[in-house]
């Protein structure tokens, strides 16, 4: 299985940036997907989530009513749009992948597979 993010770049204060991540593998539709961040000099931070249909989502309270996460199954993709967004946000942003269950969890643990991240760096 491979995750491939891409969609990162740099950006001011208040814009908007798509990212998106593509899997590998026929199975997509049966695992949780998620995006995570990581911030220089900080901890892996969970951002959003998505079950498995679609329906079902999990946002950080830092990004809530700015990102939203989406994912189409037909295409074996995940994305996270983000808007008006913050210095806060510079990150490399990483999609994963959840070993199993069909609810969506913050614990960067119970996902296996991860994209290779991407930047996104924003000014003020």
């Known amino acids: 299985v491979q995750l491939q993010a891409s969609g990162g770049g740099s950006v001011e204060a208040g814009d908007s940036l798509r990212l998106s991540c593509v899997t590998s593998?026929?199975?997509?539709?049966?695992?949780?997907m998620a995006w995570f961040r990581q911030a220089p000099g900080k901890e892996l931070e969970f951002v959003a989530g998505?079950?498995?249909?679609?329906?079902?989502?999990l946002y950080a309270d830092s990004v809530k009513g700015r990102f939203t996460v989406s994912r189409d199954n037909a295409k074996n993709t995940v994305s996270l749009q983000m808007k008006s967004l913050k210095p806060d946000d510079t990150a490399v942003y990483y999609c994963?992948?959840?070993?199993?269950?069909?609810?969506?969890?913050?614990?960067?643990?119970?996902?296996?597979?991860w994209g290779q991240g991407t930047l996104v760096t924003v000014s003020s």
């Open positions: 998505v079950g498995l249909s679609g329906d079902t989502f």
């Open positions: 593998g026929r199975t997509f539709s049966s695992y949780t």
């Open positions: 994963a992948r959840q070993k199993q269950g069909t609810g969506v969890s913050h614990v960067a643990h119970v996902y296996d597979y």
